[in-house]
């Protein structure tokens, strides 16, 4: 083992039955995605730096992003992020597009970050997005979509909630507490960092950006005020449009949630674990109405959020919701090859079933029968087919079915109709 190459640090190998859970993921996405009218769309995996470093986070930009030149000296990026990519191809084509827009997109990401539990530097994230809307009510339906998308995993209100914030209705209460404008962008950060610091090291943050006392307990007012949302409209909208859609069992207000991208404007969201084995938060959203114009477009509103496959998968092994039969053959078939005589035979056999339409795996060498049977076993295809000497000679096949272990010798002429009734 010592001389071989080792993947790198922050990346996975996606052996087929670890593709099988990504495309399984992938699949579910699009399902949900799909059944709310949004369409798939993707962007390029390389961009400049440039289109980040007026739209993102400076952490993002300077700290987290896998940054080189390419052969003219440009600096270009692998994509940390998928927003900036959207705003810009939205603006490229603005007058041409018919809004409002849905779309949804679900591809590799990559971040220079410490690889841990629920952090990778490769990872795949589906993004949806609603262009051309400023309701709370689309807000309500991205967060109604993320609700869908558990539920369909079979995650319950008891093992994930989507915390709910205001960045309008925070500002204001900032504001009235006595932070300055000029401050509440550092303040609402730390806010933010409530749940992932010590309380004495949360406060001893505060303190070095200038909270007073009187100010540090006006916050921590605010942050147990439960009902503080119902001062603010848009919250009061989103919950009853949340309540309509049959969700609001999945949701909880966090006057502490604030997301920490600066391009969020209204509605924030993030998703968590409730029973903390997964403390990193699921996902994380909401309004961005500043962004398109930030791009060269004219304004448009926008809502939408972003979710990785590492955190989600974890939770979803961690309660045994990953179906266990996954990773196997995609084939249903195996035709087995007896002899050298009947190699031919069972080529054309083969052939002739997925012209049918059945998924068929042909045993590709000479081996004893038990040899090939233990490998439909392993592989997990449920049927197996036998052309021997007596079957040729009689041109007839043997189907067994390895799930009952039943077996029967049919007319070979007979087999797709056979084949169809068990697939039924």
């Known amino acids: 083992m010592k001389g071989i190459i080792q993947p790198l640090k922050g990346t996975r190998d996606f052996y087929p039955e670890l593709m099988a859970i990504r495309n ?10 799909e059944s709310f009218g949004y369409q798939e769309y993707e962007a390029p995996f390389l ?47 603005q007058r041409q597009l018919t809004f409002p827009l849905r779309w949804w997109s679900f591809g590799p990401f990559w971040r220079y970050e410490t690889p841990q539990r629920g952090r990778t530097r490769e990872f795949f994230q589906w993004n949806i997005d609603l262009i051309g809307v400023d309701t709370p009510e689309a807000d309500a339906e991205l967060i109604t979509i993320l609700a869908t998308f558990f539920k369909s995993l079979g995650l319950k209100p008891q ?13 204001g209460e900032l504001a009235g507490i006595g932070f300055p404008a000029d401050s509440r962008r550092e303040i609402s950060r730390w806010i933010d960092r409530r749940d992932k610091l ?37 919250l009061v909208r989103a919950f009853a449009a949340l309540n309509a859609m049959g969700m609001m069992e999945y949701i909880k207000y966090n006057p502490a949630v604030v997301r920490g991208l600066d391009y ?16 990193r938060a699921i996902m994380g959203g909401g309004r961005y109405n500043n962004l398109l114009a930030d791009v060269g477009g004219e304004p448009l509103p926008a809502t939408g959020f972003a979710m990785g496959d590492v955190v989600i998968s ?3 092994e961690g309660k045994g919701l990953i179906p266990k039969e996954m ?29 049918a339409g059945f998924m068929v795996a042909c045993y590709p060498e000479l081996a004893k029968l038990p040899k090939q049977f233990k490998y439909a076993d392993r592989m997990r295809i449920s049927t197996v087919i036998v052309i021997g000497p007596d079957e040729a ?32």
């Open 47 to 93: 961009e400049s730096i440039d289109l980040y470093a007026a739209k993102s986070g400076e952490e993002l930009v300077n700290k987290q992003s896998f940054v080189f030149p390419d052969r003219s000296g440009d600096m270009i990026t692998l994509r940390p992020e998928l927003t900036p990519s959207l705003t810009r191809m939205i603006a490229q084509r």
């Open 327 to 355: 990773g196997g053959s995609p084939a249903s078939i195996l035709v087995t090859v007896f002899d050298s005589e009947r190699l031919i035979t069972s080529l054309e056999l083969a052939a002739e079933l997925r012209s």
């Open 24 to 33: 399984w993921l992938y699949n579910t996405i699009r399902q949900v995605s």
């Open 159 to 171: 093992d994930v909630n989507i915390q709910v914030n205001d960045r309008h209705l925070l500002d």
């Open 393 to 424: 000679a009689s041109d007839q096949v043997t189907i067994k079915d390895l799930t009952t272990g039943k077996q029967q010798t049919i007319s070979r002429r007979d087999t797709v109709k056979i084949l169809m009734g068990l697939k039924a």
């Open 264 to 279: 969020y404007t209204g509605i924030v969201f993030e998703a968590f674990d409730i029973s903390g084995n997964v403390p």
């Open 198 to 234: 010590g309380q004495a090291e949360w406060e001893e943050y505060g303190s070095n950006l200038g909270v007073s006392n009187t100010q540090l307990k006006a916050v921590k007012q605010l942050l147990k005020n439960d009902d503080l949302w119902k001062k603010s409209n848009e």
């Open 314 to 316: 974890l939770i979803l």
